[in-house]
């Protein structure tokens, strides 16, 4: 659509992986509330590659994503310190 290419020109870069956006990159709406679906503010979105886009959606699906980024962030570190 017109409004994700406007956002993809815009924006880019992909923010979690730095990697340039692909073709196939996602238009991610940050506020999941079904009345707010239609609300096309760019604030309200995030350019994703289909990769981080499906991390994101998996992440906030857990129960408590805070302690599941801690655990993310302590493992990462564990296989930096290693290699």
């Known amino acids: 659509t017109k409004f994700r290419k406007l956002l993809k020109n ?3 870069v992909d923010p ?3 990697s340039p956006l692909t073709a196939h990159c996602q238009c ?7 009345d707010q679906y239609e609300n096309l503010n760019p604030d309200w979105f995030e ?9 994101i959606h998996f992440l906030f699906a857990t129960r408590d994503w805070r302690r ?3 655990e993310v962030k ?9 290699n």
Do not use: F, V, W, Y
């Not at 991610?28 to 079904?34: E, K, Q, W, Y």
């Not at 350019?47 to 991390?55: C, T």
């Not at 302590?74 to 290693?82: G, P, T, V």
């Open 10 to 12: 815009e924006r880019k």
């Open 47 to 55: 350019m994703l590659n289909p990769k981080s886009h499906d991390l």
């Open 74 to 82: 302590r493992i990462l570190e564990k296989m930096e310190s290693l």
């Open 28 to 34: 991610h709406h940050c506020c999941m509330a079904d």
């Open 16 to 18: 979690i992986t730095g």
């Open 68 to 70: 599941a980024l801690q």
